[in-house]
């Protein structure tokens, strides 16, 4: 196999950077008419027919030769099974990083409270828990445990009674190491269905799949497509794009190590986007050498190759402060800071899912096993997302008391305010609980 790249060479200086970078960062999802119309006939068809419907879509484009739906449900007993069936090591290193994504997400725990006015009002805030969070895993080879824990260890910290997983089975082909993950995480329940068909199950209910009131996971273009619709239904994590990483780098880390960490992304799929950015020229040509170096030793060196020409970049910049503006204009799924000092350019980022400290940080670490989540927002839309968490699986409620006093003081600003907007009603509805002056 011969594998070569041709990476993209920008400069921030060149007159028509800005109009470069742009067409590097554009991607358009593949969701065309055609998917659209298809995934929209799948959910019609599980809201008609339920189990039935998600057993003639699983036959058909799984190739699973079940029966009747009580073949697609897995129970707790064959999820502690596969702990048993994978190595000890596995299981270590499964418990391991639980442990810590449960430890992490525990700090993002939010309480309910209250105050009180001196006149006797009470305000406050009631967090509550979702009832049923639903986890979309995607099947087969291209299966991910870790997204099982990132997914399912939050719901489970922030108090969701039941997590419910899909995740197909194609040709029969169950991933053992998912299932463990899934018995370590705290999943109530497991179907093997997938596709549109799984998340329309999960947005509306069958007789045998409960409906759940948010479904959080990745999937292909299907499952996108079909989130977007039951969106409003149900709530969703996100609309996830291509996987992305960028560096930046001072010129002084092993440019082996940052080739290496370009390729962590670009191995997800044709379509992740790997870039690096530095202010020294010379590096980025070391850097360049090492992708052609390495790149015919990875397993994955067609789909690298690809992503790597296709959507990747070298960025040369006029020094760190130009380099961290560039960051925040791209606002990367995976920031990594291979810098002398990450914390001191740390205040400056304004735009990042996720930000790795130092030269001796992958973002493989937080892929797997840090502890933060490694559910983030892609394609720029760090700029006003998050990372998945435990408030992802928490609604709030506002509390509203109001004592005699309180209530007619506020009664005369509501009075004002609805009848300038000619709501008469909630005007008088205000004005019947003002005190007047006898009282009374």
């Known amino acids: 196999m011969t594998v070569s790249t041709a990476i993209a060479r920008l400069n921030a200086a060149d007159q028509d950077f800005a109009r470069h970078l742009d067409h590097l960062l554009s991607w358009e999802s593949v969701s065309d008419d055609a998917v659209n119309q298809r995934v929209l006939d799948i959910i019609k068809a599980v809201r008609e027919r339920g189990d039935a419907a998600l057993v003639e879509f699983t ?43 449960r430890l992490y997400h525990e700090r ?15 305000l406050g805030q009631k967090v509550t828990p979702l009832d049923r969070a639903g986890l979309y895993v995607p099947g087969g080879k291209a299966s991910y445990p870790s997204s099982v824990l990132m997914n399912a260890i939050p ?34 329940r497991v179907f093997t269905v997938g596709g549109a068909q799984a998340v329309a199950a999960l947005a509306y209910g069958t007789e045998s799949v409960p409906q759940v009131d948010k479904i959080v996971g990745p999937g292909n273009i299907y499952v996108a497509t079909a989130k977007r619709h039951v969106f409003g239904q149900v709530g969703i994590d996100m609309i996830a794009g291509p996987s992305e990483i960028l560096v930046v780098c001072d010129g002084q880390t092993d440019p082996d190590w940052i080739a ?20 020294d020229a010379e590096f980025l040509d070391r850097v360049a050498a090492s992708i052609d170096k390495l790149l015919p ?6 789909i690298i190759e690809k992503s790597i020409n296709g959507r990747g970049a070298l960025i040369q910049v006029r020094d760190m402060q130009q380099a961290i503006e560039v960051a925040n204009r791209i606002a990367p799924e995976h920031l990594e800071l291979s810098v002398a000092d990450p914390q001191a350019w740390l205040p400056q980022i304004r735009h990042a899912g996720a930000i790795f400290m130092g030269r001796h ?37 506002s509390i509203i008391f109001c004592s005699e006093q309180g209530a007619s003081e506020l009664g005369h600003t509501a009075s004002v305010l609805a009848r ?18 006898k009282g009374n």
């Open 59 to 101: 036959q058909r484009f799984d190739g699973v030769d079940a029966k009747t739906i009580d073949d697609l449900i897995l129970d707790r007993a064959r999820l502690e099974l596969a702990l048993t069936r994978i190595t000890p090591v596995q299981r270590e290193a499964l418990e391991k990083a639980a442990n810590r994504v």
């Open 108 to 122: 993002q725990k939010q309480d309910s409270w209250q105050y009180t006015e001196a006149d006797g009002t009470v």
């Open 155 to 188: 719901a489970k910290v922030a108090g969701v009674a039941e997590v419910v997983m899909v995740v197909p089975t194609p040709r029969g082909e169950v991933n053992e190491l998912v299932l463990a993950a899934a018995c370590i995480a705290g999943v109530d």
């Open 260 to 279: 290496m960490d370009l390729f962590s992304q670009a191995e997800h799929d044709e379509d992740a986007q790997a870039i690096l950015v530095s202010p």
């Open 297 to 302: 030793t990875m397993e994955r060196a067609e």
């Open 361 to 397: 940080t992958s973002e493989a670490l937080g892929d797997y096993c840090a502890g933060p989540n490694h559910v983030l927002p892609t394609s720029g839309t760090a700029r006003f997302s998050s990372p998945l968490g435990v408030y992802d699986f928490q609604k709030r409620s």
């Open 420 to 437: 300038g907007e000619s709501l008469t009603a909630h005007a008088r509805s205000a004005e019947y609980r003002i005190l007047t002056e």
